[in-house]
């Protein structure tokens, strides 16, 4: 499952039900670029349990402004339309499962 593109127009829809992790990214940021094949994998792995999305935070800078964003990467994993988790800044593989699991559980 390829991540989903993440918008003001699409993003109350696609976080209002069950899990989603958001990465918010820019195309200049090298950590961001670091992350990408992370977060590929992790969309595969979890496919059909939490929706995996990205914003580029220069195409959207009102969600990045709505959510606070200060650093990218920033990810934050919502439930039910609610932020659970935020976490700034390139992070592990695994520490991205784990906080997923904290929300799937």
């Known amino acids: 499952m390829a991540e989903i593109t993440l918008t003001s127009a699409n993003f109350d829809a696609e976080a209002s039900a069950g ?4 990465d918010f990214w820019a195309p200049w940021c090298g ?3 670091a992350m ?3 977060v590929e994998e992790l969309a595969n792995e979890f496919e059909g349990k939490i929706k995996i999305g990205k914003i580029n935070i220069d195409e959207e800078p009102e ?3 709505k959510f606070e964003v200060m650093s990218i990467p920033t990810f934050k994993i919502f439930k039910n339309g609610e932020e659970a ?3 700034m800044g390139a992070v ?3 520490k991205l499962i784990r906080e997923i699991e904290k929300v799937l559980a």
């Open 85 to 87: 988790i935020s976490l």
């Open 92 to 94: 592990s593989k695994e």
């Open 19 to 22: 899990a989603l992790l958001v």
């Open 31 to 33: 950590p961001c670029q």
């Open 63 to 65: 969600l990045a402004r």
């Open 36 to 38: 990408l094949p992370i």
